[in-house]
């Protein structure tokens, strides 16, 4: 059910984009302590749209919130170009989420009162070289809603609205968690057809963590994550259009 989309990303070859050995996360201490990430080693490559699979405890949003330079390792190597994200002070974090990550969440954390085109602005206001808010959502295929409030939208527009403002900023990196975890099947579908077009039109690397076995073929790489260690890898020669894959 592997039918190609657009371009797929090439083979991963030269300097990753992210370098990461030994990644360990610990929460607690004594009995209490909880051990998120357990040496977690694997690479990603600039332009791929990788897909990380586990259940629900497998520290997969953990490794996510590493990776986005929202929490910061135990101990291991966790580097973004030549940015050592594992020594980085908070303000190179800051300016590291601003500048290099776009983020996408389950749920929209759109703001009520502000249009689709408005909730998108917040982002492009304070990016470097944005796309306008119009594009992103032109993107996303929301070009009739752009001046739509949340609550005239439904979930998936909503989603949508929330992966334009993601990639308004033009990230070099998109996280997206669990993207569809709250949307029915054929919405779902429409949510990662955006994600997808973003990740080959922009070139962007994306990271979906997701539970859902399915979405595995749409990937260039699929990471299988369990117990806060990857447990194996396979690469898609010809990654899926979303609305093949079958739930």
Not at 10 to 30: D, I, N, Q, S
Not at 69 to 96: K, M, V
Not at 163 to 190: F, Y
Request: aromatic share 4%; net charge negative.
């Amino acid at each position: 059910m592997n039918s190609p989309v657009l371009s797929s990303a090439p083979p991963a070859t030269g300097t990753p984009a992210f370098h990461v050995r030994g990644l360990t996360k610990v929460y607690g201490t004594g009995t209490a302590e909880v051990r998120a990430l357990a040496g977690v080693d694997l690479d990603l490559h600039a332009g791929e749209l990788v897909v990380l699979l586990g259940p629900s405890g497998s520290g997969k949003t953990t490794l996510l919130n590493q990776l986005g330079g929202l929490d910061i390792p135990t101990a291991g190597t966790l580097r973004y170009r030549d940015i050592d994200l594992t020594h980085a002070s908070e303000e190179q974090l800051t300016n590291y989420r601003r500048e290099s990550v776009g983020f996408v969440f389950q749920f929209y954390n759109l703001i009520p009162s502000l249009t689709a085109r408005e909730n998108v602005g917040l982002i492009t206001e304070i990016a470097r070289d944005p796309l306008s808010p119009e594009t992103a959502l032109q993107m996303v295929g929301l070009a009739p809603r752009l001046d739509h409030f949340p609550a005239q939208l439904s979930g998936g527009e909503q989603q949508r609205v929330a992966i334009a403002r993601a990639i308004a900023k033009r990230p070099e990196v998109l996280l997206c968690d669990e993207p569809t975890g709250a949307l029915d099947v054929k919405t779902g579908i429409v949510v990662l057809e955006a994600i997808q077009r973003a990740n080959r039109e922009l070139g962007t690397l994306t990271v979906i963590i997701t539970h859902n076995a399915v979405m595995a073929d749409m990937a260039d790489r699929v990471i299988r994550f369990s117990d806060g260690r990857v447990q194996s890898e396979q690469r898609n020669a010809a990654p899926a259009a979303p609305d093949t894959l079958r739930w």
